[in-house]
T-cell receptor
């Protein structure tokens, strides 16, 4: 149990376009989800915390207008990278918090390449 | 959350035990030790966690020192598929805050 599905696994987009990444908890409800970004050979860095039904909380230095997060249901959070630029190319990972059996489950990640 | 210190890299021969150390000298009494691993280009995977007693599951064993200032993750019979970055994280159970990742240990299992 406790599976988090993240799609797409990899995407290539042109500069200036927007890309949406989905994160779904398949067999549990997640009131809280987290979005991380990971650059090559670096650790995961938290971008934002997403709470169902409310606005996301962004970490310092992360532009909320560029990285739009929506958590409209207890099983789905989305991250939209707007007006993507090559420097946004990275590995994006979501995580869902299981509160009833406390623990974190991670998605498989999305490799974004902006050309 | 208490800070953790891990060696940046380790090698292990296939079939042998891999012992990954973690120092967490500032750990508080209500903080657990969690271990996750990240295989290349995948999301992190939960391995094991413990408070003060040693723990074992189908993946690994966790040995926590009596003073709780350090711990060791043991993979009893490492395989090539265990090659990954292993993260030791210390935090309070039940918190709704994020997991904070340090730099971890790159474990390379050699054939």
């Amino acid at each position: 149990g406790a599976v988090v599905s993240q799609h797409p696994s990899r995407v290539i987009c042109k500069s200036g376009t927007s890309v949406k990444i989905e994160c779904r908890s398949l067999d549990f409800q997640a009131t809280t989800m987290f979005w991380y970004r990971q650059f090559p050979k670096k650790s995961l860095m938290l971008m934002a915390t997403s709470n169902e039904g409310s606005k996301a909380t962004y970490e310092q230095g992360v532009e909320k207008d560029k990285f739009l997060i929506n958590h409209a249901s207890l099983t789905l959070s989305t991250l939209t990278v707007t007006s993507a630029h090559p420097e946004d190319s990275s590995f994006y990972i979501c995580s869902a918090l299981r509160q009833e059996a406390w623990g974190y489950t991670f998605g498989s990640g999305t490799r974004l390449t902006v050309v | 959350d208490a800070k953790t210190t891990q060696p940046p890299s380790m090698d292990c021969a296939e079939g042998r035990a891999a012992n990954l150390p973690c120092n967490h000298s500032t750990i508080s009494g209500n903080e657990y030790v969690y271990w996750y691993r990240q295989i290349h280009s995948q999301g992190p995977q939960y391995i094991i966690h413990g408070l003060k007693n040693n723990e074992t599951n189908e993946m690994a064993s966790l040995i926590i020192t009596e003073d709780r200032k350090s711990s060791t993750l043991i993979l009893p019979h490492a395989t090539l598929r265990d090659t990954a970055v292993y993260y030791c994280i210390v935090r309070v159970s039940g918190s709704a805050r994020q997991l904070t990742f340090g730099s971890g240990t790159q474990l390379t299992v050699l054939p």
